[in-house]
């Protein structure tokens, strides 16, 4: 029965192969209804077609010859469009999809032509079954030089990219006389609606790093709806624009939580801004929430400028803000939870504009807790809040946003506790 096997797969194999051209068409027009990132324009559509006419060769020509699996790699069409794919930033299991759809599909070809042959059903049984065998360990040999191929031009392509991308916004965002059309040039993208600028990055470089930064990434575009603008700019570091013809709309719980699901990622977004000017600001404001996420410490993973513009405008005279804010809330800023609690409450019923009943439902606690936590503040301040409130309001805001009662605090706590080898 083996030579009859290999007869009847020969013929197979030929009678497929005098009608090449058809089923090209008919797998590749099923490649581009099916999955959506195959529909490419004329230049990559063609290669398209080449890669999948070759992978057919190669099978027809491994039925038809007897060609060992040491002896399959990777036709050169096909290895190209996973470059192409990759530089694309197409992704991966789209690829690999179509090899498997492509092998379902070439299989009901050879099952349809044996139906119809003269074998009988014993012989076209073990005949499918042989060819089966076949085709899988040709998709399998030649899938594992596709995944290498793809991502080591992913690797490639992205660090070039990035390396291109990342100098070409630094040039639009610090050249002062370029103009819009130019810089719309430089970028290969549209700067006259509004934009939204991010800062991604993680605390300490790592071999995940890279993904870390792409996960984030992917948040913020989760987040927004939009796919950003995106540029790697050191290994702990990347930068990226949401742009829309609107003022670009931001889930930021969503994104919060995302990242707490994550540790290790961090993200700082600034205030939207119009054209090139707001490309430029909204990225300015991005780097100074930044700056005050890495004053305020690691625990809050993302930063609205919106929320804290007042105080990161102090992080480069943060001694002397530091100084004012003890000038102003003296005793208050002692780092123990009891104070902690009195300056929430303060800084609570300030903001509900002197008003103990909604100052006690913000908090969920009795409006009565509310009224002595108040006047315990004021004892500890030695004044009531009526005297100097705005300053004690920012100076409360300030040091909240800054980190800087619990800093003082670790700090005056590391300097009077007993050093590591003395005596206790």
Same mark, same amino acid.
């Given at each position: 029965?083996?030579?009859?096997?290999?007869?009847?797969?020969?013929?197979?194999?030929?009678?497929?192969?005098?009608?090449?051209?058809?089923?090209?068409?008919?797998?590749?027009?099923?490649?581009?209804?099916?999955?959506?990132?195959?529909?490419?324009?004329?230049?990559?559509?063609?290669?398209?077609?080449?890669?999948?006419?070759?992978?057919?060769?190669?099978?027809?020509?491994?039925?038809?010859?007897?060609?060992?699996?040491?002896?399959?790699?990777?036709?050169?069409?096909?290895?190209? +469009?996973?470059?192409?794919?990759?530089?694309?930033?197409?992704?991966?299991?789209?690829?690999?999809?179509?090899?498997?759809? &492509?092998?379902?599909?070439?299989?009901?070809?050879?099952?349809?032509?044996?139906?119809?042959?003269?074998?009988?059903?014993?012989?076209?049984?073990?005949?499918?079954?042989?060819?089966?065998?076949?085709?899988?360990? +040709?998709?399998?040999?030649?899938?594992?030089?596709?995944?290498?191929? +793809?991502?080591?031009?992913?690797?490639?392509?992205?660090?070039?990219?990035?390396?291109?991308?990342?100098?070409?916004?630094?040039?639009?965002?610090?050249?002062?006389?370029?103009?819009?059309?130019?810089?719309?040039?430089?970028?290969?993208?549209?700067?006259?609606?509004?934009?939204?600028?991010?800062?991604?990055?993680? &605390?300490?470089?790592?071999?995940?790093?890279?993904?870390?930064?792409?996960?984030?990434?992917?948040?913020?575009?989760?987040?927004?709806?939009?796919?950003?603008?995106?540029?790697? #700019?050191?290994?702990?570091?990347?930068?990226?624009?949401?742009?829309?013809?609107?003022?670009?709309?931001?889930?930021?719980?969503?994104?919060?939580?995302?990242?707490?699901?994550?540790?290790?990622?961090?993200?700082?977004?600034?205030?939207?801004?119009?054209?090139?000017?707001?490309?430029?600001?909204?990225?300015?404001?991005?780097?100074?929430?930044?700056?005050?996420?890495?004053?305020?410490?690691?625990?809050?993973?993302?930063?609205?400028?919106?929320?804290?513009?007042?105080?990161?405008?102090?992080?480069?005279?943060?001694?002397?803000?530091?100084?004012? #804010?003890?000038?102003?809330?003296?005793?208050?800023?002692?780092?123990?939870?009891?104070?902690?609690?009195?300056?929430?409450?303060?800084?609570?019923?300030?903001?509900?504009?002197?008003?103990?009943?909604?100052?006690?439902?913000?908090?969920?606690?009795?409006?009565?807790?509310?009224?002595?936590?108040?006047?315990?503040?004021?004892?500890?301040?030695?004044?009531?809040?009526?005297?100097?409130?705005?300053?004690?309001?920012?100076?409360?805001?300030?040091?909240?946003?800054?980190?800087?009662?619990?800093?003082?605090?670790?700090?005056?706590?590391?300097?009077?506790?007993?050093?590591?080898?003395?005596?206790?």
């Amino acid at each position: 029965m083996s030579a009859d096997v290999d007869r009847t797969i020969r013929d197979v194999a030929g009678r497929v192969k005098a009608d090449l051209d058809r089923l090209t068409a008919e797998m590749t027009a099923m490649f581009t209804e099916v999955i959506p990132e195959f529909r490419h324009d004329e230049e990559v559509r063609r290669l398209m077609i080449a890669s999948t006419a070759s992978n057919l060769t190669a099978i027809l020509d491994m039925l038809m010859l007897s060609i060992s699996r040491s002896d399959i790699t990777v036709p050169p069409a096909a290895a190209e +469009y996973a470059r192409r794919f990759a530089q694309h930033g197409m992704s991966l299991e789209a690829l690999l999809r179509a090899y498997r759809l &492509g092998e379902h599909m070439f299989m009901q070809q050879t099952i349809t032509l044996l139906r119809h042959s003269e074998a009988g059903s014993d012989l076209a049984l073990e005949t499918t079954g042989r060819i089966a065998l076949l085709v899988n360990s +040709y998709i399998d040999q030649v899938i594992e030089g596709v995944i290498d191929i +793809y991502e080591s031009e992913r690797r490639r392509w992205d660090a070039r990219s990035d390396s291109t991308r990342a100098a070409q916004i630094r040039a639009v965002l610090d050249t002062a006389d370029l103009d819009l059309a130019a810089a719309e040039q430089m970028l290969a993208a549209s700067l006259r609606g509004w934009h939204l600028a991010a800062i991604v990055w993680v &605390g300490t470089p790592a071999a995940a790093t890279t993904d870390l930064l792409r996960a984030g990434a992917a948040m913020l575009a989760a987040a927004t709806g939009k796919n950003p603008l995106m540029a790697s #700019v050191d290994e702990q570091n990347c930068w990226g624009w949401i742009s829309s013809a609107g003022k670009p709309s931001l889930d930021a719980d969503q994104l919060e939580r995302d990242l707490r699901r994550k540790p290790g990622i961090r993200v700082a977004i600034g205030d939207p801004g119009a054209g090139l000017a707001g490309f430029r600001q909204t990225f300015r404001d991005a780097q100074l929430a930044r700056n005050l996420a890495s004053v305020a410490g690691p625990t809050r993973p993302l930063t609205l400028h919106s929320r804290v513009a007042l105080a990161s405008l102090l992080v480069d005279q943060l001694p002397d803000t530091k100084a004012w #804010v003890r000038r102003v809330l003296g005793d208050l800023m002692r780092d123990d939870e009891t104070t902690a609690r009195l300056r929430e409450t303060v800084q609570t019923y300030l903001d509900a504009r002197g008003s103990l009943t909604d100052a006690a439902a913000r908090m969920h606690v009795h409006k009565n807790t509310v009224h002595y936590r108040i006047r315990r503040a004021e004892e500890v301040l030695g004044h009531p809040l009526t005297v100097n409130r705005l300053e004690i309001e920012v100076a409360l805001m300030v040091s909240q946003q800054l980190g800087l009662g619990q800093a003082e605090g670790r700090r005056e706590q590391a300097a009077t506790s007993p050093r590591s080898g003395d005596s206790a």
